[in-house]
Protein backbone atom coordinates (compact mmCIF):
# COMPACT_ATOMS: atom_id res chain seq x y z
CA UNK A 1 0.00 0.00 0.00
CA UNK A 2 1.09 3.31 -0.97
CA UNK A 3 0.17 5.20 2.10
CA UNK A 4 1.95 8.20 4.30
CA UNK A 5 3.84 5.87 6.50
CA UNK A 6 5.37 4.41 3.27
CA UNK A 7 6.28 7.79 2.05
CA UNK A 8 8.00 9.07 5.57
CA UNK A 9 10.02 5.70 5.83
CA UNK A 10 11.12 6.36 2.11
CA UNK A 11 12.02 9.90 2.75
CA UNK A 12 13.80 8.65 6.24
CA UNK A 13 16.29 6.04 4.71
CA UNK A 14 16.78 7.97 1.21
CA UNK A 15 16.08 11.88 1.78
CA UNK A 16 16.61 12.07 5.89
CA UNK A 17 16.43 16.09 5.44
CA UNK A 18 13.41 16.08 4.31
CA UNK A 19 11.81 13.66 6.47
CA UNK A 20 10.49 15.95 9.61
CA UNK A 21 8.12 17.74 6.59
CA UNK A 22 4.42 17.72 7.36
CA UNK A 23 3.11 14.89 4.96
CA UNK A 24 -0.36 15.06 3.32
CA UNK A 25 -2.10 12.53 0.57
CA UNK A 26 -3.71 14.27 -1.99
CA UNK A 27 -4.84 11.86 -4.44
CA UNK A 28 -4.38 8.21 -6.25
CA UNK A 29 -5.10 8.00 -9.98
CA UNK A 30 -4.69 4.79 -12.24
CA UNK A 31 -1.09 5.93 -12.38
CA UNK A 32 0.44 7.59 -9.72
CA UNK A 33 0.15 8.78 -6.17
CA UNK A 34 0.59 12.13 -5.24
CA UNK A 35 1.66 13.41 -1.77
CA UNK A 36 1.91 17.05 -0.32
CA UNK A 37 5.66 17.76 1.38
CA UNK A 38 5.77 20.48 3.99
CA UNK A 39 5.22 23.47 1.86
CA UNK A 40 7.53 23.64 -1.19
CA UNK A 41 7.51 20.02 -2.24
CA UNK A 42 5.59 17.22 -3.48
CA UNK A 43 6.05 13.39 -3.69
CA UNK A 44 4.78 11.56 -7.03
CA UNK A 45 4.84 7.43 -6.54
CA UNK A 46 4.37 5.18 -9.44
CA UNK A 47 1.05 2.49 -8.58
CA UNK A 48 2.44 0.29 -11.42
CA UNK A 49 4.99 -1.15 -13.66
CA UNK A 50 4.17 0.86 -16.87
CA UNK A 51 3.94 4.20 -14.72
CA UNK A 52 7.09 3.60 -13.10
CA UNK A 53 8.67 3.87 -16.97
CA UNK A 54 6.71 6.97 -17.29
CA UNK A 55 8.16 8.51 -14.13
CA UNK A 56 11.71 7.69 -15.57
CA UNK A 57 10.98 9.80 -18.77
CA UNK A 58 10.02 12.39 -16.53
CA UNK A 59 13.41 12.22 -14.41
CA UNK A 60 15.49 11.86 -17.14
CA UNK A 61 14.22 14.68 -19.81
CA UNK A 62 12.22 17.28 -17.76
CA UNK A 63 15.54 19.02 -16.31
CA UNK A 64 16.07 20.12 -20.17
CA UNK A 65 12.62 21.99 -20.37
CA UNK A 66 12.84 23.56 -16.57
CA UNK A 67 14.66 27.36 -18.17
CA UNK A 68 13.15 26.85 -21.81
CA UNK A 69 9.26 26.79 -21.32
CA UNK A 70 7.07 30.22 -20.08
CA UNK A 71 4.69 28.02 -17.65
CA UNK A 72 6.46 25.90 -14.33
CA UNK A 73 6.71 22.57 -14.99
CA UNK A 74 7.54 19.98 -12.03
CA UNK A 75 10.96 19.41 -12.72
CA UNK A 76 12.02 16.53 -10.26
CA UNK A 77 13.65 18.75 -6.88
CA UNK A 78 15.04 14.76 -5.83
CA UNK A 79 14.80 11.15 -7.36
CA UNK A 80 13.96 8.39 -4.84
CA UNK A 81 15.37 4.50 -5.75
CA UNK A 82 13.51 1.37 -5.53
CA UNK A 83 14.12 -0.67 -2.06
CA UNK A 84 12.82 -3.89 -0.40
CA UNK A 85 9.71 -1.48 0.18
CA UNK A 86 8.86 -0.16 -2.97
CA UNK A 87 9.92 -1.57 -5.86
CA UNK A 88 9.88 1.53 -8.10
CA UNK A 89 11.90 4.80 -8.90
CA UNK A 90 9.85 7.93 -7.56
CA UNK A 91 10.05 11.70 -7.11
CA UNK A 92 10.15 15.00 -5.33
CA UNK A 93 8.68 17.60 -7.13
CA UNK A 94 8.18 20.98 -6.35
CA UNK A 95 5.28 22.12 -5.16
CA UNK A 96 2.84 24.02 -8.36
CA UNK A 97 -0.42 25.97 -6.75
CA UNK A 98 -3.45 25.75 -8.63
CA UNK A 99 -6.51 23.54 -9.39
CA UNK A 100 -6.95 21.54 -12.40
CA UNK A 101 -8.33 23.16 -15.44
CA UNK A 102 -11.63 20.89 -14.88
CA UNK A 103 -12.48 22.48 -12.02
CA UNK A 104 -11.08 26.09 -12.77
CA UNK A 105 -10.95 26.95 -16.64
CA UNK A 106 -8.17 29.85 -17.69
CA UNK A 107 -9.08 33.06 -18.58
CA UNK A 108 -9.85 33.58 -22.73
CA UNK A 109 -6.42 35.95 -22.22
CA UNK A 110 -4.76 32.39 -21.50
CA UNK A 111 -4.94 31.03 -24.83
CA UNK A 112 -2.20 32.95 -26.62
CA UNK A 113 0.14 31.86 -23.35
CA UNK A 114 -0.55 28.51 -23.86
CA UNK A 115 0.00 28.92 -27.90
CA UNK A 116 3.87 29.85 -26.75
CA UNK A 117 4.16 27.28 -24.34
CA UNK A 118 3.40 25.25 -27.16
CA UNK A 119 5.49 26.94 -29.42
CA UNK A 120 8.21 26.76 -26.68
CA UNK A 121 7.86 23.03 -26.23
CA UNK A 122 7.90 21.74 -30.19
CA UNK A 123 11.47 21.97 -30.69
CA UNK A 124 12.83 18.90 -32.21
CA UNK A 125 13.92 15.96 -30.11
CA UNK A 126 17.13 13.71 -29.75
CA UNK A 127 17.07 10.24 -31.55
CA UNK A 128 17.29 8.64 -28.27
CA UNK A 129 13.96 10.51 -27.13
CA UNK A 130 10.76 8.38 -25.73
CA UNK A 131 8.92 6.84 -28.37
CA UNK A 132 4.64 6.92 -27.55
CA UNK A 133 2.37 4.04 -29.57
CA UNK A 134 -0.35 6.18 -28.31
CA UNK A 135 0.61 9.62 -28.36
CA UNK A 136 2.06 11.89 -31.74
CA UNK A 137 1.14 8.72 -33.73
CA UNK A 138 -1.05 9.21 -37.16
CA UNK A 139 -4.09 8.68 -36.15
CA UNK A 140 -5.07 5.56 -38.32
CA UNK A 141 -2.90 3.67 -35.59
CA UNK A 142 -5.66 4.63 -32.93
CA UNK A 143 -8.48 4.55 -35.04
CA UNK A 144 -9.37 0.88 -34.11
CA UNK A 145 -10.03 1.93 -30.29
CA UNK A 146 -11.51 5.52 -31.01
CA UNK A 147 -13.89 3.85 -33.27
CA UNK A 148 -14.97 1.31 -30.84
CA UNK A 149 -16.05 4.13 -28.30
CA UNK A 150 -17.42 5.86 -30.45
CA UNK A 151 -19.84 2.90 -32.11
CA UNK A 152 -20.29 2.67 -27.73
CA UNK A 153 -21.37 6.33 -27.06
CA UNK A 154 -23.27 6.75 -29.95
CA UNK A 155 -25.75 4.67 -28.04
CA UNK A 156 -25.41 6.64 -24.63
CA UNK A 157 -24.91 9.86 -25.58
CA UNK A 158 -26.18 12.36 -28.47
CA UNK A 159 -22.82 13.96 -28.75
CA UNK A 160 -21.64 11.66 -31.95
CA UNK A 161 -23.31 13.74 -34.09
CA UNK A 162 -22.30 13.58 -38.07
CA UNK A 163 -20.37 16.33 -38.21
CA UNK A 164 -17.85 15.15 -35.29
CA UNK A 165 -17.88 12.43 -37.36
CA UNK A 166 -16.98 13.11 -40.49
CA UNK A 167 -13.99 15.38 -38.89
CA UNK A 168 -12.95 12.55 -37.59
CA UNK A 169 -12.79 11.30 -40.91
CA UNK A 170 -10.99 13.75 -42.71
CA UNK A 171 -8.54 13.82 -39.65
CA UNK A 172 -7.76 10.07 -40.41
CA UNK A 173 -6.97 10.58 -44.01
CA UNK A 174 -4.84 13.72 -43.46
CA UNK A 175 -1.27 13.01 -43.64
CA UNK A 176 1.65 14.53 -41.09
CA UNK A 177 3.05 17.40 -42.86
CA UNK A 178 5.31 18.53 -39.96
CA UNK A 179 8.54 17.25 -38.84
CA UNK A 180 8.18 15.68 -35.38
CA UNK A 181 9.16 17.54 -32.19
CA UNK A 182 9.02 17.04 -28.43
CA UNK A 183 5.43 16.61 -27.16
CA UNK A 184 3.48 16.98 -23.72
CA UNK A 185 1.32 13.83 -25.16
CA UNK A 186 -1.23 14.33 -22.74
CA UNK A 187 -2.61 18.25 -22.28
CA UNK A 188 -5.96 17.03 -20.93
CA UNK A 189 -7.04 19.79 -18.38
CA UNK A 190 -6.40 17.82 -15.41
CA UNK A 191 -3.23 18.06 -16.36
CA UNK A 192 -3.33 21.86 -16.50
CA UNK A 193 -3.11 23.84 -13.18
CA UNK A 194 -5.03 27.28 -12.80
CA UNK A 195 -4.57 30.14 -10.33
CA UNK A 196 -7.05 33.11 -10.40
CA UNK A 197 -7.72 32.10 -14.23
CA UNK A 198 -3.76 32.05 -14.98
CA UNK A 199 -2.43 29.22 -16.08
CA UNK A 200 0.12 28.42 -13.02
CA UNK A 201 1.63 24.59 -13.93
CA UNK A 202 1.44 22.24 -16.48
CA UNK A 203 1.81 18.65 -14.95
CA UNK A 204 2.06 14.73 -15.69
CA UNK A 205 4.37 14.51 -18.45
CA UNK A 206 5.21 11.00 -18.27
CA UNK A 207 3.48 10.10 -21.97
CA UNK A 208 6.19 13.19 -23.17
CA UNK A 209 7.53 12.21 -26.53
CA UNK A 210 8.61 12.56 -30.02
CA UNK A 211 5.65 13.26 -32.54
CA UNK A 212 3.14 15.06 -34.03
CA UNK A 213 2.12 18.32 -32.38
CA UNK A 214 -1.59 18.33 -33.55
CA UNK A 215 -1.91 15.85 -30.72
CA UNK A 216 -1.02 18.89 -28.15
CA UNK A 217 -2.78 21.43 -30.27
CA UNK A 218 -5.80 19.35 -29.27
CA UNK A 219 -6.14 21.19 -25.53
CA UNK A 220 -6.76 24.32 -27.74
CA UNK A 221 -10.56 22.94 -27.59
CA UNK A 222 -10.00 21.08 -24.30
CA UNK A 223 -9.17 24.14 -21.79
CA UNK A 224 -10.99 27.73 -23.61
CA UNK A 225 -14.94 27.78 -24.08
CA UNK A 226 -14.89 31.08 -25.48
CA UNK A 227 -14.18 30.66 -29.35
CA UNK A 228 -12.16 33.51 -30.16
CA UNK A 229 -9.69 32.54 -27.64
CA UNK A 230 -9.59 29.37 -29.68
CA UNK A 231 -9.12 31.26 -32.79
CA UNK A 232 -6.54 33.33 -30.78
CA UNK A 233 -4.48 30.12 -29.47
CA UNK A 234 -4.57 29.19 -32.85
CA UNK A 235 -3.16 32.09 -34.67
CA UNK A 236 -0.69 32.93 -31.68
CA UNK A 237 0.58 29.67 -32.85
CA UNK A 238 1.26 30.64 -36.29
CA UNK A 239 1.68 28.64 -39.38
CA UNK A 240 -0.56 25.97 -38.41
CA UNK A 241 -1.23 24.38 -41.73
CA UNK A 242 -4.59 23.40 -42.78
CA UNK A 243 -3.45 19.71 -42.68
CA UNK A 244 -2.02 19.76 -38.91
CA UNK A 245 -5.39 22.06 -37.68
CA UNK A 246 -7.77 18.80 -39.38
CA UNK A 247 -5.42 16.47 -37.10
CA UNK A 248 -5.75 18.42 -34.29
CA UNK A 249 -9.40 18.06 -34.33
CA UNK A 250 -9.07 14.53 -34.83
CA UNK A 251 -6.99 14.52 -32.17
CA UNK A 252 -9.64 17.15 -29.93
CA UNK A 253 -12.00 14.31 -30.98
CA UNK A 254 -9.44 11.19 -29.68
CA UNK A 255 -9.55 12.71 -26.54
CA UNK A 256 -12.82 14.18 -25.83
CA UNK A 257 -14.24 10.74 -27.01
CA UNK A 258 -11.54 8.38 -24.86
CA UNK A 259 -12.52 11.07 -21.78
CA UNK A 260 -16.50 10.56 -22.23
CA UNK A 261 -16.06 6.78 -22.35
CA UNK A 262 -13.87 6.32 -19.38
CA UNK A 263 -16.43 8.93 -17.90
CA UNK A 264 -19.27 7.03 -18.16
CA UNK A 265 -17.68 3.60 -16.81
CA UNK A 266 -15.68 5.47 -13.91
CA UNK A 267 -15.09 8.99 -12.82
CA UNK A 268 -17.53 11.71 -13.72
CA UNK A 269 -15.36 14.20 -14.02
CA UNK A 270 -13.95 12.85 -17.11
CA UNK A 271 -17.53 12.90 -18.57
CA UNK A 272 -17.66 16.64 -18.00
CA UNK A 273 -14.00 17.01 -19.81
CA UNK A 274 -15.18 15.12 -23.13
CA UNK A 275 -18.86 16.51 -23.16
CA UNK A 276 -17.01 20.00 -23.42
CA UNK A 277 -14.25 19.05 -25.24
CA UNK A 278 -16.50 17.46 -28.27
CA UNK A 279 -19.12 20.63 -27.61
CA UNK A 280 -16.55 22.96 -28.79
CA UNK A 281 -15.10 20.73 -32.03
CA UNK A 282 -19.18 21.42 -32.71
CA UNK A 283 -19.05 24.75 -32.65
CA UNK A 284 -16.14 24.66 -34.77
CA UNK A 285 -16.57 22.33 -37.47
Same mark, same amino acid.
Given at each position: ????? @????? @? ?32 ? /? ?13 ? =? ?11 ? %? ?21 ? /? ?56 ? &??? =?? /?? $?????? =? ?5 ? =????? &?? $? ?26 ? $?????? $? ?23 ? %? ?22 ? /? ?21
Amino acid at each position: MIDIP @LVYKL @LKEQHPDLADLPIQFLDAGLDNAMFRLGDRLSVR /LPRREVAAKLIENEQ =TWLPIFVDHLPIP %IPNPYRIGQPNQDYPYRWSILPW /LDGISADREEPDPNQAKILAKFLRSLHIPAPANAPKSIFRGVPLTQRAAAIEERIQRL &EVQ =TE /LM $TLSIKQ =TWQIALN =TPIDV &EE $TWIHGDLHSRNILVKNGVIAGIIDWGDM $TSGDIA $TDLAAIWMLFRDRHARQQAISTYAD %ISEATLQRAKGWAIAFGVMLLDLG /LTNDPRYTIMGKRTLQRLAEDI
